[in-house]
């Protein structure tokens, strides 16, 4: 088996992005990997281009009360409240599994923080652990030190988390962007460019809310939460061609919705690079493989030899 780093001659599926050779387009999205270990015994994460981890944070965080995930008939909701045992567990007990032992693909470590410093303060603490190959900042979060607003709709908190974040690696940085952002999300795109980010994840999930109709309740403990699944599709896509028009060249890591691979095929279409995987996976762990032979098999029907070749390949109506 090739090693991560080596060049792919899986081609048509062989990826370059961030500095990167990726085998394929399928990376797993945060939050649905864990660390690794969690999907040994369910899924081959070397037949897949790449996985992000579950968030790291600088100290360990409980998550929100339960429930903490429903389904509905557009997908799923959830409200995990970004739980983990913080980055010093998670870089004894989590990482090796991932960096060094088993996992022979690209990995990234998804990086969350509550103030600006927390960021670069995860990404420091980590960095000396060999063998993944770039970080993954999600700016959805509260920004508990600015009144609970999100980093990536404030240009200037956005700027400084990037750029500090960019100072404590020289790894690769991808920058997840959250759909809330609306019309604001290529200003945010190109903030995080300038200020250092290799490549872009679109998108996090959409807040929403399902109310259990019998108890007039939220369908979560926490009350709302982040809508993923189909009907996630559309939005990711379309964030995906707005950003790839304004910020032509720079990486994109299409997310939302995917579960098959003409779900994969709109997102490099669209302009995207690499394609997550999310939510079809907890209902099917079989899924990422499934897409990446479906691809496989659409490139030899469609005599394309080099998937990177439609990347970007849209026809707008004029």
């Known amino acids: 088996m090739p090693t991560a780093s080596s060049t792919p001659r899986e081609l ?44 790291v944070s600088v ?4 998550g929100a009360a339960p429930l903490r995930v429903g389904e509905f008939a557009g997908g799923m909701i959830n409200a995990v409240g970004l739980a983990n045992p913080g980055m010093e567990v998670v870089k004894r007990d989590h990482l090796g599994y991932m960096t060094r032992e088993h996992v022979n693909t690209r990995v990234l470590i998804n990086v969350i923080g509550f103030s600006i410093p927390e960021f670069a303060q995860v990404i420091a603490y980590l960095d000396d652990v060999p063998g993944h190959s770039a970080y993954e900042l999600n ?66 999930t959409m807040p929403g809310l399902v109310i259990d109709t019998a108890m007039r309740k939220p369908r979560l403990g926490f009350g709302s939460g982040g809508v993923s699944g189909p009907a996630l599709l559309p939005i990711g896509v379309l964030a995906t061609w707005r950003v790839s028009q304004a910020l032509p060249g720079v990486p994109l890591c299409g997310l939302g919705g995917v579960s098959t691979a003409d779900d994969a095929l709109q997102y490099i279409l669209a302009g995207a690079s690499l394609v997550g995987v999310g939510t079809a996976m907890l209902r099917d762990p079989r899924a990422p493989e499934r897409i990446v032979r479906d691809l496989g098999a659409w490139c030899r029907a469609n005599n394309v030899s080099d998937l990177s070749s439609i990347r970007g390949s849209l026809q707008w109506p004029s």
């Not at 990826?15 to 015994?41: C, D, K, M, Q, W």
């Open 59 to 62: 100290a360990p965080r409980h």
């Open 139 to 204: 700016v959805s979060c509260p920004n508990t030190k600015a009144g609970g607003i999100e980093f990536g709709a404030d240009p200037r908190a956005l700027a400084e988390v990037v750029s500090s974040a960019r100072a404590a690696t020289s790894r690769p940085l991808f920058v997840k962007l959250s759909p809330a952002l609306g019309t604001g999300l290529v200003a945010a795109a190109r903030t995080a460019v300038d200020a250092g980010a290799d490549a872009i994840t679109l998108i996090n």
């Open 12 to 55: 048509p599926l062989g990826v370059h992005a961030a500095g990167l050779t990726f085998r394929n387009p399928i990376v797993l999205a945060s939050g649905t990997a864990g660390y690794g270990h969690e999907l040994a015994e369910v899924v081959d994460l070397n037949a897949i281009g790449g996985v992000s981890s579950k968030a």
